[in-house]
């Protein structure tokens, strides 16, 4: 296995080379530690699965003692064998706003997009989550959560805002890991907010959110069954969102 990532800021005149130390295929997971020569080393899971995400990792500088999150967001690609992510790094400690970030391992075994599936249209994935949602099949959902339980994987979820009533239908809006986004009534609104770096910047975080659910692992998987039907199309994943 070798891997190498780079970090490249046209603001700053500045480019970041390093070294991915470790990358660990498990199930739906992809777990990537990377190090900086004189800088520090990081850490990102992903999705295994190619298309856009969203995701929450750590970056340890060297002589500090905590990790900082920091924010990614990219596209999955690869062929057999290899994987890249190609996307954005945002680092809260950094202060220079985003930097683009690249990542390529080769040499692992068990990725997803070895075999190239089928990425989903998010229509499709907003008509499966309502059908899911009908059945009112147990098992399938999380239990409403109040505002102050954060879901354990970045995703969208079902949400209520705050003064709305037990029949009012629900909204869905994106937790990235540390803040919701804008509230929406539909998976392309809460999508749409991501497709851009400007859109992601002038999204704020939701002050409205009063509870949550979500998929559980097992409704997770047969929204994944059900979504085999629509075949490949051009969209964006819906994140695991099970918060256990």
Same mark, same amino acid.
């Given at each position: 296995?070798? !891997?190498?990532? &780079?970090?490249?800021?046209?603001?700053?005149? /500045?480019?970041? %080379? =390093?070294?991915? $130390?470790?990358?660990?295929?498990? !199930?739906?997971? &992809?777990?990537?530690?990377?190090?900086?020569? /004189?800088?520090? %080393? =990081?850490?990102? $899971?992903?999705?295994?699965?190619? !298309?856009?995400?969203?995701?929450?990792?750590?970056?340890?500088?060297?002589?500090?003692?905590?990790?900082?999150?920091?924010?990614?967001?990219? !596209?999955?690609?690869?062929?057999?064998?290899?994987?890249?992510?190609?996307?954005?790094?945002?680092?809260?400690?950094?202060?220079?706003?985003?930097?683009?970030?690249?990542?390529?391992?080769?040499?692992?075994?068990?990725?997803?997009?070895?075999?190239?599936?089928?990425?989903?249209?998010?229509?499709?994935?907003?008509?499966?989550?309502?059908?899911?949602?009908?059945?009112?099949?147990?098992?399938?959902?999380?239990?409403?959560?109040?505002?102050?339980?954060?879901?354990?994987?970045?995703?969208?979820?079902?949400?209520?805002?705050?003064?709305?009533?037990?029949?009012?239908?629900?909204?869905?809006?994106?937790?990235?890991?540390?803040?919701?986004?804008?509230?929406?009534?539909?998976?392309?609104?809460?999508?749409?907010?991501?497709?851009?770096?400007?859109?992601?910047?002038?999204?704020?975080?939701?002050?409205?959110?009063?509870?949550?659910?979500?998929?559980?692992?097992?409704?997770?998987?047969?929204?994944?069954?059900?979504?085999?039907?629509?075949?490949?199309?051009?969209?964006?994943?819906?994140?695991?969102?099970?918060?256990?």
């Amino acid at each position: 296995m070798q !891997g190498s990532v &780079i970090w490249e800021s046209k603001a700053q005149g /500045e480019v970041w %080379e =390093g070294k991915v $130390t470790r990358c660990v295929v498990r !199930g739906e997971d &992809i777990n990537v530690v990377f190090d900086c020569k /004189e800088l520090g %080393e =990081g850490q990102l $899971t992903l999705t295994n699965m190619t !298309g856009q995400q969203l995701v929450i990792g750590r970056f340890l500088y060297y002589g500090r003692h905590e990790a900082t999150r920091v924010s990614v967001r990219g !596209g999955l690609s690869g062929r057999l064998n290899v994987i890249v992510f190609e996307g954005a790094w945002t680092d809260p400690l950094d202060g220079t706003a985003e930097w683009q970030f690249f990542l390529e391992v080769e040499g692992v075994d068990g990725l997803a997009t070895s075999v190239t599936p089928a990425i989903l249209d998010s229509a499709a994935v907003n008509m499966t989550f309502t059908h899911l949602v009908s059945t009112l099949t147990p098992g399938l959902f999380t239990e409403h959560y109040d505002f102050d339980v954060n879901p354990s994987r970045p995703g969208i979820y079902r949400v209520r805002e705050v003064g709305q009533r037990q029949q009012d239908p629900s909204w869905y809006s994106w937790w990235d890991g540390v803040n919701w986004s804008a509230t929406k009534s539909t998976i392309e609104g809460v999508l749409k907010l991501h497709t851009t770096a400007s859109e992601i910047q002038s999204s704020r975080s939701s002050p409205w959110v009063a509870s949550w659910y979500g998929l559980t692992e097992e409704g997770w998987h047969a929204m994944r069954e059900q979504l085999k039907q629509f075949g490949d199309s051009h969209g964006v994943l819906l994140q695991n969102p099970h918060p256990k």
